[in-house]
């Protein structure tokens, strides 16, 4: 690693330091040399070379990382649309590595998957992840109503999202590792960001929206410095120039040097840190991933069902939600639905995913309760599905009541 004589002195006094007071250095192998002098040349320059504020951030780091016992955090399997290019069991036996149970993090997820998508999409030409992100498909307004049903009333929506935001960034950081092995490049430490805004409206930049923008920057610039190596914000149009003043205030100068902003005439560019087989064919590569490179804002929005109680349920304009029952031998769920005010949906019932028990069907407020029932005669999983796709507009909402066994 080439350095100016003084950063090289900067980077081993520093070293020395946290040595004699027996502190680690965050997101490294602290017994390989290489990758020490990698991590703190990265809090230094955070910090302007100044050994006294990158010793500053390192502490910070380190009690962050210990009270939210982030490296004891189970990330892989992580949720299927996240990683495009990576075997998820490799992942998995990933010295250290825990595995992870669905819980807490997949619900806000799939909250925040109704107006957001972003994915880690293989790698660049120096072997680093790169996460795209279709900002252009963003909806605060659909996020914010997937969270106002699944959180308890006056919990901080923003505060939630953190939760995926830092779930997202540690998987980010194993990515990372994950290609220094494979590729035996100890250099590797930092990602490539692809920011497609092609569709951005003025109507997405809301008060709410740069809000959170704000604080997910504000962590990355805590907790994560220097983690980007370049961001590409493509597909640019006069909306993109009036978010970036909003949002410039909130970004230090050497994460402002690293944008670079690129009209659609422009997307060749990118082929100079990518590959083309790496890069998605919206993007101007050649790669057409099976289940999409970078799958828009999900039609779906799954619930964990509860039993015997009344259930609202939320269904956002142009979105589908699904309840999932998984049902033993001989059991057996009776349902009741009733659609809020005067609205329609469609309606049906799946078994195993693929058997259609009940065909979908339009139905209306007026027509009252809706009800049904399935026994099943060998172990399966029953979906009820509760689709508002067809109105981009108006989100609607419905009582359902499930028992069985």
């Given at each position: 690693m080439s350095m100016p004589k003084e950063h090289e002195q900067a980077v081993q006094e520093l070293d020395t330091t946290l040595k004699k007071k027996g502190i680690r250095v965050p997101y490294c192998d602290n017994k390989d040399t290489y990758q020490r002098d990698v991590m703190l040349k990265k809090f230094l320059v955070a910090?302007?070379?100044?050994?006294?504020?990158?010793?500053?951030?390192?502490?910070?780091?380190?009690?962050?990382?210990?009270?939210?016992?982030?490296?004891?955090?189970?990330?892989?399997?992580?949720?299927?649309?996240?990683?495009?290019?990576?075997?998820?069991k490799k992942l998995q036996s990933t010295p250290g590595s825990r595995r992870r149970e669905s819980g807490e993090i997949d619900k806000l997820y799939a909250a925040m998957r109704t107006g957001f998508s972003g994915t880690f999409h293989k790698w660049d030409k120096n072997n680093r992840p790169i996460w795209i992100e279709r900002t252009g498909m963003f909806n605060f307004v659909s996020i914010s109503e997937a969270l106002g049903y699944i959180l308890p009333d006056g919990e901080d929506k923003v505060k939630s999202l953190m939760k995926v935001k830092a779930y997202i960034n540690e998987v980010a950081v194993q990515l990372i590792a994950h290609r220094r092995t494979q590729t035996k490049d100890p250099s590797i430490s930092k990602s490539l960001v692809i920011m497609d805004c092609a569709g951005l409206s003025a109507w997405q930049i809301s008060r709410d929206a740069l809000e959170m923008l704000k604080h997910f920057i504000q962590y990355d610039q805590r907790f994560f410095p220097e983690g980007v190596a370049r961001i590409y914000v493509v597909n640019v149009g006069l909306i993109v120039h009036t978010?970036?003043?909003?949002?410039?205030?909130?970004?230090?100068?050497r994460v402002q040097d690293k944008i670079h902003i690129l009209k659609s005439s422009e997307l060749k560019q990118l082929l100079e840190e990518v590959d083309d087989e790496n890069l998605p064919s919206f993007l101007g590569g050649t790669c057409t991933c099976e289940c999409g490179c970078v799958p828009p804002p999900s039609q779906e929005f799954y619930e964990a069902p509860r039993l015997g109680s009344l259930e609202k349920i939320l269904l956002p304009a142009g979105k589908c939600v699904k309840k999932v029952f998984q049902l033993g031998k001989d059991g057996f769920i009776n349902w009741e639905f009733n659609i809020h005010e005067t609205h329609s949906i469609t309606y049906s019932a799946v078994v195993n995913d693929s058997h259609e028990y009940l065909p979908k069907e339009k139905v209306y407020t007026a027509e009252g309760a809706r009800a049904g029932s399935y026994t099943a005669e060998s172990a399966c999983t029953l979906t009820l599905v509760f689709d508002n796709s067809s109105s981009w507009v108006k989100s609607k909402s419905l009582s359902l009541r499930v028992e069985g066994k």
């Amino acid at each position: 690693m080439s350095m100016p004589k003084e950063h090289e002195q900067a980077v081993q006094e520093l070293d020395t330091t946290l040595k004699k007071k027996g502190i680690r250095v965050p997101y490294c192998d602290n017994k390989d040399t290489y990758q020490r002098d990698v991590m703190l040349k990265k809090f230094l320059v955070a910090r302007h070379f100044d050994s006294n504020k990158a010793l500053d951030m390192i502490l910070d780091i380190n009690q962050h990382r210990e009270k939210e016992s982030m490296d004891n955090l189970p990330l892989f399997p992580c949720p299927s649309d996240l990683l495009r290019g990576y075997c998820q069991k490799k992942l998995q036996s990933t010295p250290g590595s825990r595995r992870r149970e669905s819980g807490e993090i997949d619900k806000l997820y799939a909250a925040m998957r109704t107006g957001f998508s972003g994915t880690f999409h293989k790698w660049d030409k120096n072997n680093r992840p790169i996460w795209i992100e279709r900002t252009g498909m963003f909806n605060f307004v659909s996020i914010s109503e997937a969270l106002g049903y699944i959180l308890p009333d006056g919990e901080d929506k923003v505060k939630s999202l953190m939760k995926v935001k830092a779930y997202i960034n540690e998987v980010a950081v194993q990515l990372i590792a994950h290609r220094r092995t494979q590729t035996k490049d100890p250099s590797i430490s930092k990602s490539l960001v692809i920011m497609d805004c092609a569709g951005l409206s003025a109507w997405q930049i809301s008060r709410d929206a740069l809000e959170m923008l704000k604080h997910f920057i504000q962590y990355d610039q805590r907790f994560f410095p220097e983690g980007v190596a370049r961001i590409y914000v493509v597909n640019v149009g006069l909306i993109v120039h009036t978010a970036f003043k909003l949002i410039k205030p909130f970004l230090e100068k050497r994460v402002q040097d690293k944008i670079h902003i690129l009209k659609s005439s422009e997307l060749k560019q990118l082929l100079e840190e990518v590959d083309d087989e790496n890069l998605p064919s919206f993007l101007g590569g050649t790669c057409t991933c099976e289940c999409g490179c970078v799958p828009p804002p999900s039609q779906e929005f799954y619930e964990a069902p509860r039993l015997g109680s009344l259930e609202k349920i939320l269904l956002p304009a142009g979105k589908c939600v699904k309840k999932v029952f998984q049902l033993g031998k001989d059991g057996f769920i009776n349902w009741e639905f009733n659609i809020h005010e005067t609205h329609s949906i469609t309606y049906s019932a799946v078994v195993n995913d693929s058997h259609e028990y009940l065909p979908k069907e339009k139905v209306y407020t007026a027509e009252g309760a809706r009800a049904g029932s399935y026994t099943a005669e060998s172990a399966c999983t029953l979906t009820l599905v509760f689709d508002n796709s067809s109105s981009w507009v108006k989100s609607k909402s419905l009582s359902l009541r499930v028992e069985g066994k």
